[in-house]
């Protein structure tokens, strides 16, 4: 008999449960394949390679809540399994999350997107690391260079007992690049669902351009200054801000909008962040979230009032609200993060400026209150001091320290063009501008 | 599954590689999540797969599958193998592999009262007791929110190489973390997350005393949040409690002695280290400054007695009486520092290259008790916890705000402060110590670093430390 596929196994294990006594069962099989160049001092470090199947289940029983997840072959294995879960299952205490599995929508299917050529080079990476490598020391001799091309093809299957029966198949491409030249240094990243090799290029090019424009850093008093945030700042920061936007953070005490409603004012009026499942270009992009539900684009914040918590069927019911598509069985997630341009082109926007600071790249957000949003973050690689208008030199490191609601409330500016970011410290694809933001609380060491 | 592992490396040792490594590694945890004492749900994870790895002409290769038949396996190889010499063109310097003392050679960590013992109730109870008691503790305030994560996992690895190294090893574990939220109309807001984290079974939560321990924390945070003034604005002195200086340890001496990342092989992630090559004797601080990584401390969160190379693994010297002394190696670096590797690779799990890592990192202490430590302090602070923290990519420039946090007056404590924050270089820190206690404590935590983003278990640990006078500031309020 040939060997059961991945969404026949889910459907099997589906049934069974039910049969057994559960009340509602989803199970979640992806299929990933995956090569990674990692590439530091001008040359690949490793390369790694994935070929991994993984089953994520849901049951409950009597308001019980049981997650899990197993390698696809222990799938096969179905009585073992299930009682293993029966065991727990029977023994633990209600979920004060519970609610049933919503009925999928009438929409709810694939949103896949396989481009060839991803697969292409997943056989062969080399010519992208080339590519990388190459463009990186083209115009401005960087001393060495470091970061990693990133491609995948990913399927996955949703098999649930409302009888959803979802499969959709999707490739996406990570590139980020940091480059180091004297005491300069310079990061940019990019990712998509596709292949642009113009764009990978790009990277590595504005990753050497930052490195070499920011030799030679000078200090810079603290005190409240006026920032220009890079696409790749504003990201980071605005993935901390999703997060929060989670019914699962709200309950749990860990977002700034544990006390707010939607319809609140909470950000500047330009403001605009939108969680974006469906956008064609942004590699998390999906037709349907994990409890099946059809997913669609909506925003987080629509010009600086909160629009959406981000819900499943459990945070939803607790907080009396809808599910959003944005399951995640017990924790909800935002897809994709899609911030709306603004007036400026990017001279205009330092224009705006008589004193202030550019941060092209940030690292190690923590917060010190969740609930207020006290957080400080590292500004690292290229910095720059405005003056009158003008970019003038670079800087020595320094952090923000501030509150969260303070950025979102003080965003004065925003640029036309958006970028396409994603890298270690972004792991929520964000197309972002750069963004100017008054009077924000800049530290350093004392000594 | 050693016959898998051998035929492994034998079809990559055929295929031209220069050594293989082949592992199996299965992670097995079991999670409880609540809230305000409810339950939220029940959770089991197990990774289990194989990962290869592969040096051919000096380029390295990893692949890893999670089918666990030959010929799951062998494609996995084949894959690493293939992709790596795809690569080797592009490598200016080949990467060349250093000696290690490997072994061969099974252990398990002990376990006093297992998890599968323990009935589920008794686990289930720990967040009833927590939020009832801590509810009661808080009065003129309010405990809002009480998040709790308990985790059990027992991690399961048998490691072969292509120069003999046979380990296998089972290590169970346990993780309790909570998240605290207090507030008040008036005052705002006061937050707590922290971690409980060892080897061992079940009895950890005793030793631990979590729920005793978390009720007073909750009664203290409300009264910082009642009570708590601006911290001084001039210098004082100041004694850093011995969790911030774990933190510390861990940050400032542990990452930029990995050699990793001094050679940059973490330049795009994880960040370079202020300590470039050749730099061993350099002077980071004052006699005071010896911080250890070791991870054959019994019962630690960052057990293992050997490395994810089969490497004996031992305590290591990073600062010794404050001047760099030694890095931390796998197999890669001490090829490059001609020396011998110290048994400091790690993998998360199957799907993950082993990487240099921390395992606990701690401050040596002195000879005080806490109360000598202050009695001289005319005029300073005690900062005993944070939350909030950073330090920059080459581990310079750190950032810690402190949240239960004392005024010292002639030697006493006297009432609460709000939000110290403790912003200064490394060598600052570690030339400013002037005494240490005699207490040495350990704080788990999970330290992330590689590409894709690995999280290991890591104690950092320390005595109370004394600083001459410093300027703190104020976090945002």
Known sequence: ?447 | MEDLLQKAIAEASSMGATYVEARYHKNDYFTLRARNGNLIDSSREVEEGVGVRVLVDGSLGFASTSTLSNEGILEAVRRAVATAKRLSGLMKSPLRLGPGRTGRVKYEVPVVKSFENTPLDEKIGLFRELWSRGREVVKEASLKVMFNEYVESIEEKVILTSEGAYVRSTIPRLYFGYNMVISHPQKGVVQRWREFGGSGGFELVEKWRVVGTIVEEAGTLARVLLEARAPPSEPVEVLVGSEIVGLMAHESAGHPSEADRILGREAAQAGMSFIKKGMRGFKVGNENATVVDDPTIPGSYGFFLYDDEGVSARPKYLYREGEVYEHLHNRFTAAEYNTESNGSARAMNYASEPIIRMSNTYVTPGDYTFEELIEDIEYGVYIKSYMEWNIDDERWSQRYVGLEAYLIEKGELKGFVRNPVLELTTKTFYSSIVAKSKDLRFYAGTCGKGEPSQGVPVWFGGPDVKLSKIRLGVAPG
């Open chain 1, 1 to 447: 008999m040939a060997a059961l596929s991945g969404s026949e196994l889910a459907s099997r294990f589906v049934s069974k449960a039910l049969e057994m006594g559960f009340s509602d069962v989803a199970v979640l099989v992806e299929d990933v394949s995956r090569v990674m160049v990692k590439f530091a001092n001008s040359q690949p470090s490793v390369v790694q390679r994935w070929d991994i199947s993984v089953a994520s289940l849901y049951l409950s029983k009597n308001k019980r809540l049981y997650t899990g997840s197993v390698v696809l072959d222990r799938l096969r294995d179905l009585d073992k399994l299930l009682h293993e879960i029966s065991y727990v299952v029977d023994r633990v205490s209600e979920s004060e999350l519970y609610a049933p599995l919503p009925e999928p929508g009438k929409k709810a299917g694939g949103f896949s997107f396989v481009d060839t050529r991803v697969v292409e080079s997943m056989k062969d990476p080399s010519r992208l690391a080339e590519l990388v490598l190459e463009a990186s020391a083209r115009e401005h001799k960087v001393d060495f260079t470091a970061g990693k091309v990133d491609l995948w093809l990913r399927r996955k299957h949703l098999a649930t007992s409302t009888g959803a029966l979802l499969e959709e198949e999707s490739t996406g491409v990570e590139v980020y690049v940091r480059s180091f030249k004297e005491d300069g240094s310079g990061q940019w990243g990019f990712s998509s669902r596709s292949l642009d090799e113009k764009k990978i290029e790009e990277t590595a090019l504005k990753a050497s351009e930052l490195a070499h424009e920011s030799r030679g850093r000078s200090p810079v008093e603290p005190g409240v200054y006026d920032v220009i945030l890079s696409p790749l700042v504003f990201s980071q920061l605005l993935n901390v801000v999703a997060w929060m936007s989670t019914g699962l953070s709200v309950l749990t005490g860990t977002s700034i909008f544990a006390d707010k409603r939607p319809g609140e004012q909470v950000a500047s009026p330009l403001l605009t962040v939108w969680d974006a499942p469906r956008d064609e270009k942004l590699p998390h992009s999906t037709g349907f979230d994990d409890e099946a539900l059809e997913t669609y684009n909506k925003p987080i914040i629509e010009k600086g009032v909160l629009k959406n918590i981000l819900h499943n069927s459990k945070t939803a019911a607790k907080l009396n609200a809808k599910p959003t598509g944005n399951a995640g069985w017990v924790s909800p997630r935002a897809w994709n993060l899609v911030v709306e341009g603004g007036d400026y082109k990017f001279d205009e926007l330092v224009s705006e400026v008589k004193r202030g600071v550019f941060i092209t790249n940030n690292w190690y957000t923590r917060l010190q209150n969740y609930v207020e949003g006290v957080f400080s973050t590292i500004a690292r690689d290229a910095i720059f001091l405005v003056e009158s208008g003008r970019i003038v030199k670079p800087l020595e490191r320094l952090r923000i320290a501030d509150k969260l609601p303070n950025i979102l409330k003080n965003v004065a500016g925003l640029t036309r063009d958006t970028y396409d970011i994603m890298w270690w410290e972004v792991r929520i694809p964000t197309r972002a501008p750069y963004a100017l933001i008054r009077n924000v609380n800049i530290t350093k060491h004392f000594v």
